[in-house]
């Protein structure tokens, strides 16, 4: 790596403020406040400007490119959503203040919380969860919460499908209640009759996502739900993607009683590098008491009030959780209105058929599922003829070289080699075309010269990494030896 670490920089002396002159006595800092052991570059302004922009060059964003990063939706991020949360209305405003003056900002919450509702078919819903995992630990413990209220403290499983996000188990096991695994059928949906033999008087229900990691509708979700139900169970919604259906159909109307959003897939707020995550989770209406607190309810003077639902769950998160995000989804929703949310699925859902039917009919890459429609994401597989060395890792490192960020690989778990490819409603024809014809040139350098695709990327800024290593003994500072403990 060429890039110079900011330590590195700068030379003593240089600045880059320019304080006015004092107009106060001048004092001295008490001597514990200034550690000449930090050895802080002295740097201009120029300097300081460049050394972040060469970085953020270096990195990859939506906004310089494809981003088809399955299940994780990278759509385009509105340039007006970010005008919109830099209002200084909205933006310099403290969550302690006097609910008096901050009205406007309260009515946006309590509209969106409304808007979410209306969007999934549910009854209430909470802004607090900082990200879709942690909506999942939220619904999981409102559903476990409602159990115990009915007398139904012994139930302590969660029934979870082989074909779910890693964080559905995991929510599961932080509540402290018990997975239980399902399998998926050959068609890709729920084996219905494998959920049939786990539900029992100890299930406190089952999480399902809809489209599943598959890109599949699960055709037989109202059965499943109403199966559910009738075992005493609650049925959680893991609904981090609703970019395939928003408009169409609402969970709520399908049977689901806990659904989390998560506002920085669906709902355009940005992610991975570029921002917190927000996800809110809605509840039918038995399970409003138990949303954590607070809520922003409606008073009957007309005035917007933090609420305190009587059977809370308590606090998830500090403050009102990620308000910036709030404003960003609430004008992505505003600015499409009902009409556009639909035609968000319908292209989103058009764009991955797309893709899929080039595949299938360039046949370098099996489709497991090619048989149906896809919703808003496929899942092909690195598995190319003639090229038995070549893995979905190797194809995944050669699509950076192509000017691609990869689709997500190795998940779902259940489909060897996975390419998980999510186009998102966002991208052109153009692009589209494109992205599947760098696909099939890499099949044809797989067939004729696999030790490119073994050793790619070639041009990225760094060459392929150990990733378990860099992730089990990361490396944080230039200097390891000249940070103090
Ligand atoms: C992204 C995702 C999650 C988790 O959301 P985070 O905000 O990353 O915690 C859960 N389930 C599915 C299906 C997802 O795609």
Redesign the pocket.
């Known amino acids: 790596m060429s890039e110079p670490f900011i330590y590195d920089l700068g030379s003593p002396g240089r600045t880059g403020v320019d304080m006015p002159p004092a107009d106060v006595p001048l004092t001295d800092l008490p001597a514990g406040f200034l550690r000449q052991d930090l050895p802080l570059p002295e740097m201009s302004e120029l300097e300081v400007v460049r050394h972040y922009v060469r970085l953020s060059q270096l990195n990859y964003a939506v906004d310089k490119g494809f981003y088809p990063l399955g ?3 990278m759509k385009y991020n509105p340039k007006v959503n970010e005008r919109m949360a830099r209002l200084p209305g909205l933006a310099d405003i403290h969550p302690l203040q006097d609910p008096a003056t901050v009205q406007g900002a309260m009515q946006m919450m309590y509209e969106l919380q409304q808007m979410l509702a209306e969007i999934s078919g549910l009854d209430a819903v909470t802004l607090q969860p900082a ?4 909506g ?1 630990l939220t619904g999981v413990l409102i559903m476990r919460n409602a159990q115990i209220a009915r007398g139904q403290g012994h139930r302590n499983k969660i029934l979870v499908p082989d074909s ?2 890693g ?2 188990p995991a929510t599961t096991t932080m509540s402290g209640l018990e997975v239980i695994e399902l399998p998926s059928g050959p068609d890709g949906n729920v084996d219905v009759e494998a959920l049939r033999g786990e539900l029992d008087d100890h299930v406190v229900g089952l999480m399902i ?1 809809n489209p599943n ?1 598959l890109g599949l509708f699960e055709q037989n979700i109202v059965e499943i739900c109403e199966m559910v139900h009738e075992a005493g169970g609650l049925v959680y919604g ?1 609904g ?2 609703l970019n395939a259906i928003m408009g169409i159909v609402r969970p709520g109307d399908l049977g689901i009683d806990v659904l989390h959003f ?1 506002l ?2 669906t709902f355009s707020t940005p ?1 991975g590098g570029g921002g917190p ?1 927000s ?1 809110p989770v809605g509840v039918v209406a038995e399970l409003a008491p138990f949303l954590p607190a607070p809520v922003v309810g409606l008073s009957e003077e007309g005035d917007f009030v933090w609420d305190w639902p009587e059977q809370s769950i308590g606090r998830v998160r500090a403050f009102n959780g990620n308000f910036g995000m709030h404003v960003r989804a609430y004008t992505y929703i505003r600015m499409h209105g009902a009409e556009g949310l639909r035609r968000v699925s319908e292209d989103a859902v058009l764009n991955a058929n797309y893709i899929q039917a080039l595949l299938k009919q360039r046949d370098d890459y099996p489709i497991p599922h090619g048989d149906r429609f896809c919703m808003h994401e496929l899942v092909a597989q690195g598995k190319i003829a003639g090229a038995e060395s070549v893995h979905t890792l190797d194809i995944a490192k050669r699509l950076i070289d192509y000017g691609y960020h990869p689709p997500t690989v190795y998940f779902p778990l259940i489909v060897p080699e996975a390419l998980m490819i999510e186009p998102t409603e966002t991208e052109s024809k153009d692009t589209l075309d494109a992205f599947v014809d760098a696909l099939t040139d890499i099949a044809r350098e797989a067939r004729s010269d696999p030790e490119l695709l073994h050793s790619a990327p070639q041009t990225a800024p760094v060459r392929r990494l150990d990733e378990v290593r860099a992730a089990r003994q990361p490396v944080l500072a230039r200097h390891p030896e000249a940070v103090s403990g």
């Open positions: 299940s994780c939706t990200a879709g995992a942690h999942e779910a996000h964080t559905n996502t990691t893991d981090a993607n998560n920085h897939k992610h995550g996800g």
